[in-house]
């Protein structure tokens, strides 16, 4: 299973604002095996910013960077993604109860080198939510970035400037 998909009723204005796809009660370590996220509307949430006409249509599609953990919600995950494409995927949602579910691109019915990537606007935010990253050898940092971009940890060079 390469993607996330989460029911949400926040547009990518509030994301970008966020720093991310958030607030996720999600174990780290499972959303760390994809490489997408897909954003399903919530037209029925308190917080939506979508109408009715909207209602489970798939319409973000990340590529996942990375998470962290926002000091104001620190049980929670923020899905930092790196490049999103805009999408329209009709009854996206299978109905859970949890607002996330993993499934993979293909059961979806999407082809991700047919998409139109854009990069995802960074704002800096308050440096304190790196607090909760955990501290890394290059070892360690070489072999998550080759399960990351599917190559061996060899073809991984990283230079460390002081």
């Known amino acids: 299973m390469d993607t996330m ?3 949400t009723g926040k547009k990518l204005d509030k994301m970008i604002e966020e720093g991310g796809i ?3 009660k999600a ?8 490489l997408y996220i897909l954003a399903i509307a919530n037209a029925r949430s308190g917080i939506t910013q979508f109408s009715s006409a909207d209602q489970n ?3 973000l599609l990340g590529r996942i960077a990375g998470t962290f953990r926002p000091p104001e919600h620190p049980d929670r995950l ?3 993604i790196s490049e999103y494409a805009e999408i329209d995927l009709p009854n996206a949602w299978p109905g859970y109860r949890n607002p996330v579910f993993y499934t993979d691109l293909e059961t979806l019915g999407i082809d991700a080198r047919a998409l139109d990537w854009k990069t995802f606007p960074f704002i800096k935010r308050d440096d304190t939510a790196n607090d909760t990253v955990q501290a890394l050898s290059v070892v360690e940092a070489k072999l998550g970035l080759a399960k990351k971009f599917g190559v061996n940890p ?3 060079e990283i230079i460390i400037r002081g």
């Open 78 to 80: 923020v899905i930092v």
């Open 154 to 156: 060899d073809q991984i």
């Open 5 to 7: 998909a989460v029911l």
């Open 22 to 24: 958030g607030y996720w």
């Open 57 to 59: 249509k798939g319409y």
């Open 27 to 34: 174990d780290a370590r499972r959303v760390a095996q994809c």
